[in-house]
């Protein structure tokens, strides 16, 4: 009798819906990631927002990384997926320095690594809901690098995630050069950030920049943007459209 009475628990519990432990959609979620090659290394910045659906709910998310020694990694898309690929790497890394043997992944083994995370995790039809930017510098070789939450990646010598790579991309296109100075490099990427400020919705006026060289990684203290909002297309922003509200 109490086997046939525990049998419909037992039932319940094996289900398709109860082993369902993935992240079946973002929930919440950071917006734009911003990379870029300069003259003594990589730097990237992000703002710190954690969007709730369209509710920017958190405001202090850090999504800049240091991956063992030579490594930075940025991403954008779901928080909890980032955190989950941070504990890949963290065991990545612990797998390599347990052999001892003088050497250490550099950013293209580790981008390696993650292309083939995303694009296995893709294939199972159960992905990591995130777009990553990986920088690093080793025996001075400075790499720059992006992958998608399906596996698709490129290197580059300036990258952007989400609506940077729409708004973004197209500044850095035409003001990035190879000999850029560190001051240069945060200036130009302040200017895309204040466009994403003005332009995405999910962005938030707090953000910071990581820089990494060959002597290390160095991620500011969060910080604002000075902004102006009294641009005649901001005040009326539906001015000259037939049909709008």
Known sequence: MNVMESAPAKSSLMS????????????????SIVG????????????????????????????????????????SGEISDFQEIMK????????????DDGNSLGPKEVHNYLTRVMYNRRNKFNPLWNSLVLGGVKNGQKYLGTVSMI???????????????????????????????YE???????????????????????LQIAKITEEGVTISQPYSLKTFWN??????PTVGAEGSW
């Not at 398709?16 to 917006?31: A, C, K, L």
């Not at 969007?51 to 405001?59: A, C, E, M, P």
């Not at 490099?185 to 994403?196: D, N």
Request: contains cysteine.
């Open 36 to 75: 870029i090659k300069y003259k003594d290394g990589i730097l990237l910045t992000a703002d710190m927002g954690g969007s709730y659906g369209s509710t920017i709910r958190y405001k202090s998310v850090e999504r800049l990384k240091p991956v063992g020694k030579h490594s930075l990694l940025g991403a």
């Open 88 to 99: 890949y790497l963290d065991e990545l890394i612990l797998y390599d320095n347990m052999w």
């Open 151 to 181: 596996g698709v990646h490129y290197e580059d010598n300036h990258v952007a995630t989400g609506f940077g790579n729409h708004l973004a991309r197209p500044i850095l296109r035409d003001e990035w050069h190879e000999n850029l100075s």
């Open 184 to 206: 240069e490099g945060v200036k130009l990427l302040e200017k895309c950030m204040r466009v994403l400020l003005y332009r995405d919705r999910s962005a938030v006026n707090k």
């Open 16 to 31: 398709p819906e109860s082993d369902i432990q993935r992240t079946q959609f973002p929930y919440v979620t950071g917006t």
């Open 231 to 236: 641009f005649s297309a901001f005040q009326n």
